[in-house]
């Protein structure tokens, strides 16, 4: 089970942040510089990859709605970032999503 929480080095901290888009690959992908931001984040763990993932987005999406310390919504951003720890499971995945920068102050 995993939870959401702002802590340093955890939920918050600095991470990256989009702010100008470097290049554009048609039909591709995009590389974007990124500068410091705040995240809030959550690492769930299971052995069936469609709950861990589901999971992990349920949990943020109930903090960034409001069940979180300050009982603030706050609106979804992106990118939304995640990241599973390779291996044949259980499956142990950090999900992350972009504080936006006009409200990352208040936390």
């Not at 990256?16 to 705040?38: C, D, F, M, N, Q």
């Not at 469609?50 to 603030?72: A, C, H, P, W």
């Not at 939304?80 to 044949?88: A, K």
Request: glycine letters at 10%.
């Amino acid at each position: 089970a995993g939870s959401a929480w702002p802590a340093e080095g955890g939920c918050w901290g600095t991470e990256p942040h989009p702010t100008r888009l470097r290049k554009a690959l048609p039909g591709s992908y995009e590389i974007r510089h990124y500068g410091p931001a705040k995240w809030v984040s959550t690492s769930v763990e299971s052995m069936d990859w469609d709950s861990v993932i589901q999971t992990g987005f349920t949990k943020l999406n109930s903090y960034i709605q409001g069940k979180n310390e300050k009982e603030m919504k706050i609106k979804m951003t992106a990118p939304v970032t995640s990241y599973v720890e390779p291996g044949s499971g259980p499956f142990s995945l950090s999900m992350d999503f972009l504080v936006p920068k006009r409200i990352k102050n208040n936390f």
